[in-house]
């Protein structure tokens, strides 16, 4: 009879699959199913247990059995692989590479790669309710709302630059790799690329059915969009960014936009004291718009006797304040929020690794913290983190990690040489790479993004307390799924994930921030149109679209062009100028004056003393 393993590492007892908790601890079995790349997949029959493991479940998509299980990569990685790796920043839109089977042969590439899309929509009896894992883009469309649509586009608009810069960008424009998870688009595997010439024309015809069928309130918006598009009157991606951001926050600004947040941080059952701390206070939170009512982050301390405390309570307490003084009147504009995030974190960074060397405090004895914050502005949301700290993006039906971990684990991953479980086998594999307060802002890199809030949405911050052995992926839908339907609060949620925490960890500190954003639409809305340039909005009222022509200046201003590559043409020659010969006499004379006077000077400089004067004559 098919079992499945619970993913307790300290349980593994083997269950029935019809099970939804282990018989022995009560984790929740997490049925972690995967797709398969490789057309040696093919070889194998359906219900079929592959390398005593991975249970064939449907054509390309296997279970994983044995969850708990460690894996083990190859020595080399193939290079269609290695795009996976270096891209893994891009995790909310990219699939991770789970495990692989060894090929057969030596002599040719057999091998099959699994492929990890997250959490996956389950019917009830566990089993997936899409044949391919996810859901098609095409087959979500028509349902979605005008800013969801929106924000695919923009999430995929956004991926091109990184998916062109590894050579895989071709992978956008197949539309059967196109899916979606939760409010993500997510790409179903990666296809290198068959040459260099790719640009953005080429998304005309992947996009030509969505854009046609479009929600009314953006369909005047994008059917242009899809004629500029296709006569290639969109250069580059950051130019189709730009005009899709303009469209979303033109369209934002008919929604409502409600938050709440919540915090709540304990010592847990084995700690002598708390080196957590959280900005709103613990038990604290805000309901509304305003910026310290919308922003939220987690510390965890690190490093020396109750300097983590100190740290962690340092940057709770100044860090928002000082981005609250450099938000005034609300920043909109995405560039210029990220810039604050990263001065006020240099700023704070600086202060605390000042105060290190102040005390004279060396190595371990340097008192630090991690750092993940949410800061949500209408139907943006930013988030950074520096350490070990996680966000997530929960939906009623999904869960993403949005943050990578600045520890061992992650950076053998995104340098290419390991896959993410395998690297989690290393010795010291949770040791972190980085923390706020340790070195000069010159060394730190903190990760700093933004994304687009479409629907209701939960950002869960929290502290390795909880996040340790994958308690976030297993409980996340007994735990949240009672906020999203109305059965629970954020009180009631946070002090069950604390809860969580310590009977299920217990070995650390615990902390969790909840940001929980509801978007409202409007009842009935207006259509947007086209972003013109700056110069037609001076002279024209924007009430009007005005009619296309040959002629239809650009959406919005354009980057100067390129230096030529060929020299430019010799100055024209003065005409009807005509010089007497007497002139051409006099110039030859002084040439010849010029070059024995140069002769003279040249032996001087050698010291020959003795060389004649420069001859006087022609």
């Not at 249970?55 to 269609?80: I, S």
């Not at 996810?134 to 091109?160: F, I, R, Y």
């Not at 709540?264 to 002598?272: H, Y």
Request: proline content about 10%; hydrophobic content about 35%.
């Amino acid at each position: 009879m098919p079992t499945l393993c619970c993913p307790n590492p300290t349980c593994q007892t083997a269950n029935e699959l019809e099970r939804e908790v282990c018989s022995a601890c009560q984790t929740p079995l997490v049925k972690k199913y995967l797709w398969a790349v490789g057309d040696w997949i093919k070889a194998y029959q359906l219900g079929e247990l592959i390398e005593e493991r991975y249970r064939l479940v449907q054509p390309r998509v296997l279970l994983d059995t044995l969850p708990a299980q460690p894996t083990a990569g190859p020595d080399e990685m193939p290079p269609y692989i290695a795009p996976y790796l270096k891209l893994f920043g891009l995790r909310l839109h990219l699939p991770q590479v789970y495990d692989y089977f060894p090929s057969s042969d030596p002599e040719m590439d057999l091998s099959v790669w699994l492929l990890d899309p997250g959490a996956v929509p389950l019917n009830e009896a566990g089993e997936p309710l899409h044949p391919e894992l996810l859901p098609a883009l095409d087959q979500v469309w028509p349902g979605a709302g005008p800013l969801l649509q929106l924000t695919w586009l923009w999430q995929m608009a956004k991926l091109w630059q990184p998916l062109q810069g590894k050579n895989v960008v071709s992978s956008l424009l197949e539309p059967g790799f196109l899916k979606v998870n939760g409010y993500q688009a997510q790409l179903r595997e990666l296809r290198i690329d068959e040459h260099q010439f790719y640009d953005l024309r080429h998304l005309a015809p992947v996009w030509e059915p969505l854009l046609t069928g479009a929600h009314p309130l953006i369909a005047p918006f994008c059917e242009t969009l899809g004629r500029r598009l296709s006569q290639g009157k969109i250069p580059h991606s950051e130019h189709l960014i730009q005009v899709l951001e303009t469209a979303i926050t033109e369209l934002s600004e008919q929604y409502e936009f409600k938050y709440q947040i919540l915090t709540l941080t304990d010592q847990g059952p084995n700690r002598e004291h708390n080196e957590d701390a959280c900005y709103p206070p613990s038990g604290l939170g805000g309901e509304g718009n305003q910026l310290l009512t919308t922003l939220t982050l987690i510390g965890d301390g690190v490093g020396g006797q109750e300097g983590g405390e100190v740290a962690s309570q340092w940057v709770a307490e100044h860090l928002p304040l000082m981005i609250s003084n450099q938000v005034q009147g609300g920043a909109t504009e995405p560039s210029a929020v990220l810039e604050i995030l990263k001065t006020c974190i240099e700023k704070v960074n600086d202060q605390l690794n000042s105060r290190n060397d102040a005390e004279e405090r060396r190595e371990r004895e340097r008192m630090g913290t991690t750092l993940v914050l949410a800061l949500a502005q209408n139907h943006q949301l930013y988030w950074a983190n520096v350490g070990d700290s996680r966000c997530y993006w929960l939906t009623p039906d999904s869960c993403l990690q949005m943050t990578v971990d600045d520890d061992l684990a992650c950076r053998e991953v995104r340098l290419g040489y390991m896959l993410y479980r395998e690297a989690l086998e290393l010795p010291r594999s949770g040791a972190l790479t980085q923390a706020m307060g340790l070195a000069p802002s010159s060394q730190l890199y903190p990760a700093i993004q933004y994304a687009f809030v479409p629907a209701d949405s939960l950002f869960l911050l929290c502290s390795d307390g909880l996040s340790d052995f994958n308690r976030v992926e297993q409980y996340w839908r007994r735990e949240s799924l009672g906020l999203f339907n109305g059965e629970k609060t954020l009180e009631d949620l946070a002090a069950s994930l604390i809860n969580l925490a310590n009977t299920q960890n217990g070995h650390d500190n615990v902390s969790v921030g909840l940001l929980f954003c509801q978007p409202r639409p409007p009842e009935t809305g207006t259509p947007i149109l086209y972003p013109r340039s700056s110069a037609e909005r001076e002279t024209h009222p924007p009430a009007v679209e005005a009619p296309e022509t040959t002629t239809e200046p650009d959406p919005l201003p354009l980057p100067p062009p390129p230096s030529p590559l060929v020299p430019p043409p010799a100055p024209k020659r003065a005409q009807n100028i005509i010089l007497p010969p007497w002139v051409f006499g006099v110039i030859l004379g002084l040439l010849a004056l010029g070059a024995g006077w140069w002769g003279w000077q040249s032996l001087n400089s050698s010291g020959d003393s003795s060389a004649p004067p420069p001859s006087q004559g022609f």
